[in-house]
Each structure stands twice: as C-alpha cells, then as structure tokens.
Nanobody, 122 residues
C-alpha cells in the first residue's frame, strides 16, 4: 500500500513537500516515481529515483525546481517542489517500479498511491 500526503493549495512561487510511505510490500529493492494528472489531461511522469537513491530523473519542465529523494529506513519517498507554477496544478501520484532502475513509463510501475491534490494559484 502506498500512502501519499502533503498536497495543498499554495500561491505561485511557493514550495510543498509530498511524502509517500510504502507499507506491506517491497520498497528498498524498487525504484520509485511521482506522476501527476492535471484536469482534462493524461497522467504524466514527473520524477523518479532508483532503489538506493543515487540516481534521479525528471520531466524537463520540473527539473531544477523539484527534487525527489527517499529514506529507505522509513520506506518513504519525497518530492520537494519549489518555485511552484500554476501549471503544476494536478493530482500527484507516487508509484513503485517493478525494477531497481529508473523508468519514466507508467507501464513499468506496479503499485500506485491514491493521489494528493496540489493546487497552485497565480
């Protein structure tokens, strides 16, 4: 089970940190990712981190503003979001990869959290 939290309503330029805790399944041996889905749009990849936290990958539009990290002792993955823009408004989902390596394809993630809403007002 993946439990995401930390979303909210903020003004443009603000920061939020999302958290996702994994329980009842593998975590330390899997890469993790964050995806998002804006109203009326398809779900898209945002960020991913490998199993040990030594490698990360970002969607171009969030690179330099978002930071993904993980604490394997706590079975938790984080998404620090800075300099938020109105176009970052979406439901954010954490997901567990089927492998240890990074992937941006949603098809390679086998478990998904329930999503947390992020709304950025301009």
């Amino acid at each position: 089970q993946l439990q995401a939290s930390g979303g909210g309503l903020v003004q443009a330029g603000s920061s939020l940190r999302l958290s996702c805790t994994v329980s009842g399944g593998a975590f330390t041996s899997r890469a993790m990712g964050w995806f998002r889905q804006a109203p009326g749009k398809e779900r898209e990849f945002a960020a991913a981190i490998n199993w040990i936290g030594t490698s990360t990958y970002y969607k171009d539009s969030v690179r330099g503003r978002f930071t993904i990290s993980r604490d394997n002792a706590k079975n938790t993955v984080y998404l620090q979001m800075n300099s938020l823009k109105s176009e970052d408004t979406a439901v954010y989902y954490c997901a567990r990869s089927e492998t240890i390596g990074i992937t941006s394809s949603g098809r390679e993630y086998d478990y998904w959290g329930q999503g947390t809403q992020v709304t950025v007002s301009s």
